[in-house]
């Protein structure tokens, strides 16, 4: 069974940081793997996708790689700001085309 | 954003009651997701659909149903409500994929659901 972890749960750090969130998974034989973004009390926006035959994908500050065979994936933002504070949500599409969510990384950026 | 609405937004019910809610898009999207979102789960599948009348269940779909008469609406039904089905409910739809299966899923607002 297909299942997805984020570490850390929670992580807080000044503007102006570059800062890494972790994803991995215990099946590689994944489509593809997808970032969103939560913000309180709202629906989740997708912010990267990336096909299992790439190794990473880029928009502004953000950049996702993809490490299928060792079961990881990284979401790096860079030069943080206060609006990028959310729960970023991996999810992999595994051997049928149903998402497996990870729980999320609560991220707070402070001025 | 694309265009998926849920209703309602929130709703306040007791235990038994039948209870539906609605999600409508405006994008002509074959696929419809219906997931719930709990503390500690994360988002889960209860339902999805690949076409008109086409469904198939998800992860947890005990205790739920759906229907979809027309591409734009998926309806998810708690057949009799209870306190676990507590939760916030979100719809998603997708594209129809290729053979390569790469698109993305985009997500309602949610309906925030609590079962007394």
């Known amino acids: 069974k297909q299942e997805v972890t984020q570490i850390p749960a929670a992580l807080s750090v000044p503007e102006g940081e570059n800062l890494v969130l972790n994803c991995s998974f215990t099946d590689s034989a994944i489509y593809n793997l997808q970032w969103f973004r939560q913000d309180p009390g709202k629906g989740l926006t997708s912010l990267l996708l990336?096909?299992?035959?790439?190794r990473e994908q880029t928009s502004g500050r953000l950049n996702a790689s993809l490490d299928k065979s060792s079961g990881r994936s990284t979401l790096y933002i860079a030069a943080s700001q206060p609006g990028d504070s959310a729960t970023y949500l991996c999810?992999?599409?595994?051997?049928?085309?149903?998402?497996?969510f990870g729980t999320g990384t609560r991220l707070q950026v402070f001025p | 954003d694309a265009g998926i609405t849920q209703s309602p937004r929130h709703k306040v019910t007791e235990t038994g009651t039948p209870v539906t809610l609605r999600c409508h898009q405006t994008e002509n999207h074959r696929y419809m997701y219906w997931y719930r979102q709990d503390p500690g789960h994360g988002l889960r599948l209860i339902h999805y659909s690949y076409g008109v009348k086409d469904t198939d269940k998800g992860e947890v779909s005990d205790g739920y149903s759906v229907s979809r008469s027309k591409t734009e609406d998926f309806l998810l039904t708690l057949e009799s409500a209870t306190s676990s089905q507590t939760s916030v409910y979100f719809c998603?739809?997708?594209?129809?994929?290729?053979?390569?299966?790469?698109?993305?899923?985009?997500f309602g607002p949610g309906t925030r659901l609590t079962v007394l």
């Open positions: 990336i096909q299992s035959s790439q």
């Open positions: 998603a739809i997708s594209e129809d994929r290729g053979i390569f299966r790469t698109d993305t899923q985009y």
């Open positions: 999810a992999v599409t595994h051997n049928t085309d149903k998402l497996i």
